[in-house]
């Protein structure tokens, strides 16, 4: 498996980074299965698996539990669970005492968090305390009730400006890897250059030290839409509706289950149980 400190030297021998969401048991045995090197246990379960419209709602208690799931189906695999809103905010204290709970009692490796200014100090305290952080910049949906919708991000020179200082930011503070979410390519590329920490695009082209996507993005499963930056591999979507139709139309008509799913028991034993 992985250690946080593998994903520098990742970056110093120019092999791509793959990271991918998992949120339950069989979606993490699959990327584990896969071939992926780090699991990230998102927020972004609010959305694709708890069927709320943003990530805001998404609490420690949820975080815990998928992550716990995430760990039993793969036991090999570096995992990054998502602080949820607001428990990196209040205080340093606060923060030490969330992170811990999301490593501790689910057996995640790292944390990550997002934004620079106001939570340099917590990735600062968090490492201090032992325990990886990994940052992310550019489009944080966590903010996007300020940022006013989910939109490309560094677009004009003072915004890039600010983009590059707070990944060396988090970079002094401690990050081992930073995931940048939805910036043009080119910033994305200057930015992977200004650090030594790996950056992780989504939405960041392919100058960067490594990629990120959704679990259910990729394979088309639940999601009805999905960003530009989203390649879907497969649209499992038909596929499973036409199987559940199937299921339905078999039941109701009984051509399910047939003989074969069915159990039998010897005729003498039949007639016994009618005295
Ligand atoms: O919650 C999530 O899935 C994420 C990735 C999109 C980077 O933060
Ligand atoms: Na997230």
């Known amino acids: 498996m992985k250690q946080s400190t593998d994903f520098l030297k990742m970056k110093e021998s120019k092999e ?6 998992a949120y339950d048991y069989p979606s993490a045995k699959q990327a584990e299965q896969a071939g992926v090197d780090v699991i990230l246990v998102g927020d972004s379960l609010g959305m694709v698996v708890l069927g709320y419209d943003s990530t805001v709602p998404v609490t420690m208690e949820d975080m815990i539990h998928h992550t716990k799931a995430v760990k039993r189906g793969a036991k090999n695999t570096f995992i990054v669970v998502d602080m949820p809103f607001l428990s990196y905010h209040l205080s340093g204290r ?4 969330n992170a811990g709970r999301l490593i501790q009692e689910t057996g995640a490796h790292a944390v990550k968090l997002e934004g620079a ?4 100090d917590q990735i600062a305290a968090l490492t201090k305390a032992g325990i990886p952080v990994c940052g992310h910049l550019g489009l944080t949906p966590q903010s996007v009730g300020v940022l006013g919708g989910y939109k490309v991000q560094g677009k004009d020179a003072k915004d890039a400006m600010k983009l590059l200082q707070d990944a060396k930011k988090c970079e002094e503070a401690g990050a081992f890897a930073i995931v940048l979410e939805c910036v043009p390519k080119q910033l994305a590329e200057e930015v992977a250059k200004n650090v030594t920490i790996p950056i992780i695009g989504i939405g960041a082209g392919v100058d960067v030290d490594g990629q990120v996507l959704v679990y259910h993005d990729i394979l088309g499963y639940g999601v009805e ?3 530009k930056f989203v390649k879907q591999y497969y649209s499992l979507n038909p596929f499973i509706i036409e199987s559940i139709q199937s299921y339905v139309k078999e039941v109701k008509s009984e051509q399910f289950p047939e003989d074969k799913h069915s159990y039998t028991m010897k005729e003498r034993e039949l007639s016994g149980l009618y005295g």
């Open 117 to 120: 200014d106001e939570v340099i």
């Open 225 to 227: 839409r999905v960003p």
């Open 94 to 97: 606060d923060t030490i005492l």
């Open 16 to 21: 791509k980074i793959v990271m991918l969401t």
